[in-house]
């Protein structure tokens, strides 16, 4: 069990659902991995149709793919409608967790969680 699911259990959370979120995590870093791009090319959205693609960096030929970010934040969604005590706040940084629990009193009144999200409880690898 590593480390972002035992912190979950001892927040409340099922086994179940902790390994879901953490699963969720890892679906989004990979995404926002590939959003960012490497050497092979990226994954963009069209913005008009939704449409997600694979972009070759070297002949920029975009190729369907499945939209991985839309399931994984629905799943998220749907685990924590039943923790109505904590929210979700999610980075695109792949440089760090893509995932906050955050708990009352993380997130001062009436602040962004942009600004504070560092203090939830970071779900990751």
């Known amino acids: 069990m590593t480390d972002c699911v035992l912190i ?4 409340g959370f099922t086994l179940d659902d902790a390994e879901a ?4 995590a890892m679906t989004l870093h990979r995404w926002y991995e590939l959003e960012c791009g490497s050497d092979a ?3 963009e959205r069209d913005e008009a149709t939704g449409k997600t693609y694979l972009v070759n960096a ?3 030929r975009r190729t369907p793919c499945a939209d991985r970010e839309t399931g994984a934040l629905r799943r998220v969604a749907a685990i ?3 923790y109505p005590q904590f929210t979700v706040y ?14 009352p009193g993380d997130v001062p ?11 939830g409880l970071a779900v990751y690898k």
């Open 8 to 11: 979950l259990r001892r927040a």
């Open 41 to 43: 090319g990226c994954v």
């Open 80 to 82: 924590m409608a039943r």
């Open 58 to 60: 070297m002949t920029g």
């Open 90 to 103: 999610h980075q695109t940084d792949p440089r760090g967790a893509p995932l906050y629990v955050l708990r």
């Open 21 to 24: 979120l953490r699963r969720a």
């Open 109 to 119: 009144e009436g602040e962004d969680p942009a600004a504070y999200y560092s203090r």
